[in-house]
């Protein structure tokens, strides 16, 4: 399978918007919910929509990908989006910068973002998956590395990789922003980049074709430091959560009831809808991906302060940020739904 065959297939994502069985779209809400990149962390939005859970809440999503996270944020500020379920440095840069946003429901307890390195450059280097993770950080050195843009959370999680062995971005190795999965598949394997860093199924296909390796594996609970970690959580403003309670709780209501009818039910029964979002993409290697996205799910979406604190942390180290906002300043529990 060649790397344009998938990256037709997926691009078939950008946008996504189909109406209930049984309901005209005319009667519904209809809501714009932006995330950053094509993934199966975001596989509850589609699976939501298809089987008409938003629908029972009178709601009708579309959903867009912006290729890395920024803009996705932007479009929730500015107003063209309602929702952005994205990664948490925009809700600490925003505070700092007196733009206070809020994180209104947690729809991954950890940090999944993995990394894949190019079969050539790993064998050269003696870096295997088994390999350390500090030995294989320390194996950035003079390599070009990337996120998918400048200042997303991938990028930022390569500049904090660097510095926990003592390497600094941009003067020990390059790192760059090449976007999503579409071009950064093809650039691991060709060998522009010697590793790239995303969301699922990048490090499952990249590995699965053989032109690369697993560096690393967030998504199985490899490094304890991103447990309980604001990693991808539904972003609103505060304006719009005072105009549109309501309409809050309802997305709020559907997305996590999506959650819970995937986690409770066998993962080969979502096999043709995941074929329909992601195909191209071998079957053993789509249930792999999604057996591990479904290990980061929250079942109930409540932001805890300890995953605000861990997030907070990390964008200090990272530069990013001087101080991290309290949990009561950017998280807000009360649109979710108790249980």
Known sequence: MRARTVMIALLALLPFSVAAPGASAAELQKLRITVPTISTIFYPLYYGQDKGIFAKEGLQVEIISTNGDGPDVDAVISGSAQFAISTPNRLFTAYEQGKPLKAIGMLARRMAI???MNKEVADKLHITTATPLDTKLKALKGLTVAGTRPGAFTYVLLGIYGKRVGLVAQKDYQLIGVGGLNSMLPAV???????????????????????AIRLTNNARGDDPAFDDFLFEMVYATPEYLKANPDTARRFLRALFASVREILDTPSEGHMPMLKKLFGGIPDDVLLETFENTKRIFSRDGMVTPGSVQKAGVFMVESGAVKKPATFDAVADNSFLEKH
């Open 114 to 116: 993995d990394c894949a």
């Open 189 to 211: 394997e060709n060998n522009r980049i010697a590793v790239g860093c995303t969301g699922s199924p990048f490090t499952e296909l990249a590995s699965s074709r053989k032109k």
